[in-house]
């Protein structure tokens, strides 16, 4: 069965639903397409202890503010997901699920979006699948030799699964040093990380990072000297349960190690140390493989935007992605102005 209507959202996580909350605003027919069973996005697959970087005030979507949550300065995950169940439902987005998005072709003047469920055919179409989807593994000589367990952020969910354990926490981000912080009581924990771990002024939190991300795209913009945004002021972002393992001496970082054996890990120096698990705190990468039958990546994967407008094919817009599609748009405070312009954007072309 083939549907047609103005816009199709790929994504009901944060992206897709401020957007659509945006296009609600603006009167066009639209629907959003997540390929979850149930509403939440990525947040209701994180780990048990995770919290925002920023009390619930400054991590709302457009229009409706987070409530504060009972107890807590900074809100949990379970938390997140309840917000944007509730969000969707008050403003009473049009989303499916669970949709699964194979494909986006071009079909004359319209887009062509094949899923399980149908095809859609629109005028625009907004890709707003975020990264959670696409974790990122590195290629570290030995990885497929080591008999212990290997995991990504992902599927991390408590450090119940670790008691007594040796755990290798690779990473020096805010996942790394999280998660390292969970396991610090309960096993013998090695956190390694490509350069000493820079934590953030112990007062700084999203609020900060959201204005220095904003401050450097708009140099950027500008033509003036780069801020050096986010990079400028560290990489951890120092949440209570980060600080408290920080301070009692239990986040002691080691430098990154050259390879993987049966047993555990080994550094340059012959150094080594066995391990039953490792978890990889190393990132993600876009969810973008249902944009591939439009031919857009360059050289290196790279799809090229303005805003966040494909520049190659105009109809198409990317959301969430990161900075590239908007100053800090991988959060949910920092989404909602391109969301914004994204939505006014496509209501001129449409029209």
Not at 315 to 339: C, F, K, Q
């Amino acid at each position: 069965m083939t549907y047609t209507t103005q816009v199709v959202v790929i994504g009901g996580g944060q992206a897709g639903l401020s957007v659509g909350y945006h296009l609600r605003r603006l009167g066009l027919d639209f629907v959003i397409l997540d390929a979850q069973a149930e509403a939440g996005g990525a947040w209701q697959y994180t780990w048990e202890s995770l919290h925002l970087f920023s009390p619930a005030a400054y991590s709302s979507l457009p229009g409706r503010p987070m409530p504060v949550q009972g107890g807590q300065a900074y809100p949990d995950a379970g938390h997140v997901v309840g917000y944007l169940s509730d969000y969707e439902r008050r403003y009473e987005l049009p989303v499916h699920r669970p949709v699964r998005v194979s494909g986006v072709h071009r079909d004359g003047q319209l887009l062509r979006v094949e899923t399980d469920y149908g095809a859609w055919r629109a005028r625009a179409v907004i890709s707003a699948t975020g990264t959670w989807w696409r974790p990122f593994l590195p290629a570290v000589p030995g990885r497929p030799d080591f008999r212990g367990r290997q995991l990504h952020t992902v599927e991390y969910r408590g450090p119940g699964d670790f008691a007594g354990q040796r755990v290798v926490v690779v990473g020096g981000g805010n996942s790394g040093a999280q998660i390292a912080a969970d396991l610090a009581h309960d096993t013998e924990q090695t956190w390694v990380t490509q350069r000493p771990p820079r934590f953030l002024a112990d007062d700084i939190d999203g609020r900060a990072l959201f204005d220095a991300a904003t401050a450097r795209r708009r140099a950027l913009d500008e033509g003036r000297t780069d801020t050096g945004g986010v990079a400028s002021l560290g990489d951890i972002v120092a949440v209570p349960p980060v600080r408290e393992a920080r301070d009692a001496g239990l986040l002691k970082a080691s430098p990154m190690f050259v390879r993987l054996d049966r047993d555990g890990i080994v550094w340059a120096d012959g150094t080594r140390a066995e391990a039953d698990a490792v978890i990889w705190c190393t990132g993600f990468r876009p969810a973008l493989s249902h944009l591939a039958p439009l031919g857009l990546r360059g050289p290196r994967g790279h799809i090229a935007t303005a805003g966040t407008r494909s520049v190659d094919e105009p109809r198409l817009h990317l959301l969430g992605y990161g900075d590239w599609t908007g100053p800090a748009s991988a959060t949910l405070i920092g989404v909602g102005r391109p969301a914004r312009d994204a939505a006014r954007e496509i209501a001129a072309l449409v029209r």
